[in-house]
């Protein structure tokens, strides 16, 4: 059974960073992307950044482009999510994320509230 858990949200004011974390475990992940998505209050969950299993390859969702950056580290079977420069719209519960390509799930973890105030 595949679990995927995350940490590192929190409350931070406007400009402020957070990284998040997300740790894989269950299977093996080999040739998985692994990626964070987010859902604000009444909004569509939607896609905030990928990486391909060898980290050779991140993909970035225009909002978050140039301010978060996303890294992996296979031998923990750990995927993260450095975000600067924050904005009151980052605000959401952060998913992590596990699928065949990128902004696909097959897996889920439990999100992490991240709040951003002005």
């Known amino acids: 059974q595949v679990q995927l858990v995350e940490s590192g949200g929190g409350w931070v004011q406007a400009g402020g960073s957070l990284r998040?974390?997300?740790?894989?475990?269950?299977?093996?992940?080999?040739?998985?992307?692994?990626g964070w998505f987010r859902q604000a209050p009444g909004k569509e969950r939607e896609f905030v950044a990928?990486?391909?299993?060898?980290?050779?390859?991140?993909?970035?969702?225009?909002?978050?482009?140039?301010?978060?950056?996303?890294?992996?580290?296979?031998?923990?079977n750990t995927v993260y999510l450095q975000m600067n420069s924050l904005k009151p719209e980052d605000t959401?519960?952060?998913?992590?994320?596990?699928?065949?390509?990128?902004?696909?799930?097959d897996y889920w973890g439990q999100g992490t509230q991240v709040t951003v105030s002005s």
């Open 20 to 34: 998040l974390s997300c740790a894989a475990s269950g299977r093996t992940f080999s040739s998985y992307v692994m």
């Open 50 to 76: 990928a990486i391909s299993w060898r980290g050779a390859r991140t993909y970035s969702a225009d909002s978050v482009k140039a301010r978060f950056t996303i890294s992996r580290d296979n031998a923990k």
């Open 92 to 105: 959401a519960v952060y998913y992590c994320a596990l699928g065949r390509t990128v902004g696909t799930a």
